[in-house]
C-alpha cells in the first residue's frame, strides 16, 4: 500500500520514500525552528532592551529622588551646621568686640585724659593771650581814640581858624598851640590897629556834650581879661540846637560862629569908639555881653540862625535843580548835535557819491554826464 502524505494526506508517489520525506521534513522543521528561535530571540532581546531602559530610567529617577533628597539632607544639615557656626562667630565676634570696644574706650579715655589736659593747658596760655592781647587792643583804641579826637579837635579848630581869618581878616587871630593851657583860638578885635577887645573860642568837635567844658571855659575870663568867651561845639545839651547859654556862657554850633563873633566883634568896635575908661569900658562889655547871653538876643539871633539855615537849604536845593537842569540841557545838546552830524554826514555821502558818479560816467566818455557836470 502507497504511503501518504503526512501533511496533506494524499498518496505519495512511488518513487518518493516516506523515510526520506520525514528527514526531509524534519530538516525543514528545524530551519523553521531555528528561525522561529531567532525571531523569539530578537523579540526577546528588544523587549529585555526596551525593559532594561525602563527600570534603568526608573533606577535613575530613583536615584535621582534619593540623591535630592540627600542633599536637601544634607543642605538642611549644612545650615543648621552654618547657622550655629554664625552663630558661635557672632557670640565670639560680640565677645571680641567687646574686648576691643574695652579696649579701645580705655585707650580712648587715655587719649581723653591727655587732650583733657592739653586743651586747659592751650586754654590757660590762650587765656593769657587774649589778656595780653586785649591789653595792647585797648592801648591800641585809646592811641587811635586820642588819635581821633586830636584830630577831629584839630580839624574843627581848623576849620573854624579859616572861616574867621576870611571873616576878619583885618584882625589878629592866632590858635593857641596843644600843650598850652587855655583857648584853641584868641581873636583879638583891632579898631584903627588897636586892641579893641578878645574873643575866646573853645573848640569841641565831639559827638557827646559834657558839663565840664563850661567850667574849663569860664577859667577864660580871667586868663585872657574878656568877657567874651564862647564854646563852639558840634554837640550841644540836650534838647538844644543853634544857640544856647549854660552858666552864663553861650554855647553855639560850628554852623553859626562867625556870625555870632560878627555880632559880639561889633560890639566891641561900637564900645572902643567910645573912648570911655577902663572902667566904663568894662562896663559896658559886661552890659553887651549880658545882652549876648540874654533871652532877647538869643531869641532873635536863633530866628537868624534858623532863616540863615534855611536860606542856605534852599539855595542848596535850587543849585542841585540847576546843576540837573543844566546837565539835562547839555544832553540835549549832545543829541540835537549827534543827530545835526548824523544828517550832515548822510548829505555829504549822498552829494560825494553822486559826483563821483558823474566824474566815473566822464571818464567813460557819457556827453550826458559831462553837461551835468556844468
Known amino acids: 500500500m502507497p504511503s501518504t502524505c503526512p501533511l496533506c494526506g494524499q498518496p505519495l508517489p512511488r518513487s518518493i520514500d516516506e523515510r526520506a520525506l520525514h528527514r526531509k521534513l524534519e530538516r525543514m522543521n528545524s530551519k523553521a525552528v531555528e528561525a522561529e528561535k531567532d525571531e523569539l530571540r530578537k523579540q ?3 523587549r529585555l532592551t526596551e525593559e532594561r531602559e525602563v527600570e534603568c530610567d526608573r533606577a535613575r529617577r530613583k536615584l535621582e ?25 557672632a557670640e565670639i565676634a560680640r565677645s571680641e568686640m567687646r574686648r576691643a570696644d574695652q579696649q579701645r574706650t580705655g585707650e580712648f579715655e587715655k587719649k581723653i585724659d591727655v587732650l583733657q589736659r592739653e586743651r586747659e593747658k592751650d586754654r590757660r596760655q590762650h587765656a593769657l593771650e587774649i589778656v595780653r592781647f586785649q591789653g595792647k587792643v585797648d ?31 583885618a584882625d589878629e587871630i592866632t590858635r593857641i598851640g596843644h600843650g598850652i593851657k587855655g583857648g584853641d583860638i584868641l581873636h583879638r578885635v583891632l579898631d584903627s590897629g588897636k586892641e579893641a577887645g578878645r ?13 565840664a567844658f563850661v567850667a574849663q571855659a ?19 545839651p540836650r534838647k538844644q540846637r543853634g544857640l544856647c547859654v549854660v552858666n552864663r556862657l553861650p554855647v553855639i554850633e560850628p554852623s553859626g560862629a562867625v556870625a555870632l563873633a560878627s555880632v559880639i566883634r561889633e560890639g566891641i568896635i561900637e564900645v572902643a569908639k567910645l573912648r570911655l575908661t577902663r572902667t566904663g569900658t568894662n562896663e559896658k562889655a559886661q552890659e553887651l555881653f549880658g545882652y549876648v547871653i540874654g533871652d532877647e538876643f538869643r531869641t532873635r539871633f536863633s530866628a537868624i540862625y534858623e532863616a540863615a539855615n534855611e536860606l542856605k537849604s534852599l ?31 548822510r548829505i555829504q555821502s549822498i552829494t560825494r557819491g553822486s559826483a563821483e558818479r558823474k566824474l566815473v560816467a566822464v571818464a567813460a566818455g557819457d556827453r550826458r554826464a559831462v553837461g551835468t557836470i556844468g
Do not use: C
Open 44 to 46: 526577546f532581546s528588544a
Open 65 to 89: 529622588q534619593v540623591r535630592r533628597e540627600l542633599e536637601e539632607a544634607a543642605a538642611k544639615k549644612s545650615v543648621s551646621a552654618v547657622e550655629k557656626a554664625r552663630k558661635e562667630g
Open 139 to 169: 592801648e591800641l583804641s585809646r592811641k587811635l581814640e586820642k588819635q581821633s579826637t586830636e584830630q577831629a579837635r584839630e580839624e574843627g579848630e581848623f576849620e573854624l581858624y579859616t572861616e574867621l581869618l576870611r571873616a576878619f581878616g
Open 199 to 211: 574873643i575866646v573860642y573853645e573848640v569841641k568837635n565831639v559827638g557827646n556834650w559834657n558839663k
Open 218 to 236: 569860664k577859667k577864660y575870663h580871667t586868663q585872657y581879661d574878656t568877657p567874651y568867651v564862647m564854646i563852639v561845639s558840634r554837640a550841644l
Open 315 to 345: 539855595q542848596q536845593t535850587e543849585q542841585n535843580w540847576h546843576e540837573r537842569h543844566w546837565a539835562n540841557e547839555s544832553e540835549m545838546h549832545s543829541r540835537i548835535q549827534k543827530r545835526h552830524s548824523e544828517i550832515e554826514a
